[in-house]
């Protein structure tokens, strides 16, 4: 099964719903599987005082504080209606990150996403992890910042959200208890893919720690797959070696534009590149047995050494040492029988460089 590419678009629009159809085309044209927003209302998620991380402070000069960012950032609902249609029109995956439980509740009716995105910011956030479950989507959830006993008590809300007929659970020790189990994770094969990722912008190449997804799989026996933030398609590469199924990646039409995200994403040349890298990566770890190709075997007449004469050799002679040599030629005993070989008597004669 193929690697599942997400172009994250995030809040690259603008605030632009032109720019996000265009984001759209172009992860499209790129080989992308599917496109991924985020969905909020900024007055429900931030603070009017909440100050902005590090990097969105470097690339967002224009807003002092995370609300007056957000808010030139934040889509209509209704707009978010016509970038599904779109997604529709391009054959490409729309989902999206909610930031808040109106938010999650009206997207799914008004934009119907096929698949549901957790942001790491939310993976403690157990009755919002519930809420999505409830929704009965397929749900990728990001694990940056997380413990493995994060990642737990996560699977144990989106289980309950799936599973339970209550309301809620009854608290904290009793969901997990009743809900994280072989059981319970076995149940979610189908409908969770973990994410692992450093929430970091850009990432550094000693943070990514890419044996997590090793660690996550082996753990939860879940697909788990890997959102990059690092700079270039390595981190990405030596994801999929590891076994991801999933990608997540930034994409923008320019990393110079303003905006809190555009400079750590890949501008359409990359992202075309990534994905390339990504499908020519995947033929190579098709699993086979170790055996030549249908070209080595071609090549091997002409790279392969056999026995040859090194002197005139004649008929009834013993094979030995000083009448035998080992080199590139036209087909004849492989040198693998050498030993076999010396001591024995030629039966007819041979002329120097002829093969044995």
Not at 173 to 179: A, G, N, P, Q, T
Not at 266 to 286: D, M, N, Q, T, Y
Not at 288 to 310: F, G, H
């Amino acid at each position: 099964m193929s690697v599942f590419i997400i172009a994250e678009v995030g809040v690259n629009h603008n605030g632009s719903v032109d720019l996000a159809k265009e984001l759209i085309r172009t992860a499209s044209e790129c080989g992308a599987d599917a496109v991924k927003f985020q969905t909020f209302r900024t007055d429900k998620l931030v603070t009017e005082n909440a100050r902005k991380a590090e990097y969105q402070s470097v690339n967002d000069a224009e807003s002092s504080t995370q609300a007056e960012m957000l808010r030139r950032l934040e889509l209509s609902l209704e707009q978010f209606a016509e970038l599904s249609r779109e997604c529709a029109k391009y054959d490409i995956a729309f989902m999206t990150t909610c930031f808040d439980s109106d938010s999650l509740t009206d997207i799914c009716e008004v934009a119907d996403p096929d698949m549901l995105k957790v942001g790491s910011g939310e993976l403690t956030n157990l009755p919002f992890l519930v809420q999505h479950a409830r929704t009965g989507k397929r749900i990728i959830i990001s694990t940056g910042m997380a413990t493995m006993a994060d990642v737990e008590d996560a699977l144990a809300a989106l289980a309950f959200g799936y599973f339970s007929d209550r309301d809620s659970p009854e608290g904290y020790s009793w969901l997990k208890r009743h809900y994280y189990s072989a059981e319970m994770l076995a149940g979610l094969k189908n409908k969770v893919t973990i994410l692992h990722c450093v929430t970091d912008y850009p990432a550094k190449p000693e943070d990514l720690n890419l044996d997590a997804i090793r660690q996550l799989r082996g753990a939860f026996k879940l697909d788990v797959g890997y959102s990059d933030h690092s700079l270039g398609i390595e981190a990405c590469c030596g994801a999929v070696a590891l076994g991801a199924s999933c990608l997540e990646k930034h994409i923008t039409l320019d990393k110079k534009m303003k905006g809190p995200d555009h400079a750590a994403s890949a501008a359409p040349e990359e992202f075309r590149a990534f994905v390339a890298a990504i499908r020519g990566l995947e033929k190579a770890l098709v699993p086979r047995i170790k055996a030549p190709t249908a070209r080595e075997l071609e090549t091997a007449e002409i790279a392969r050494r056999y026995l040859v004469a090194s002197r005139e050799i004649a008929e009834g002679e013993l094979f030995s040492e000083d009448n035998l040599e080992i080199k590139r030629s036209s087909l004849g005993i492989s040198p693998v029988r050498y030993w076999d070989l010396v001591g024995t008597r030629a039966d007819r004669s041979y002329q120097p460089g002829e093969n044995i």
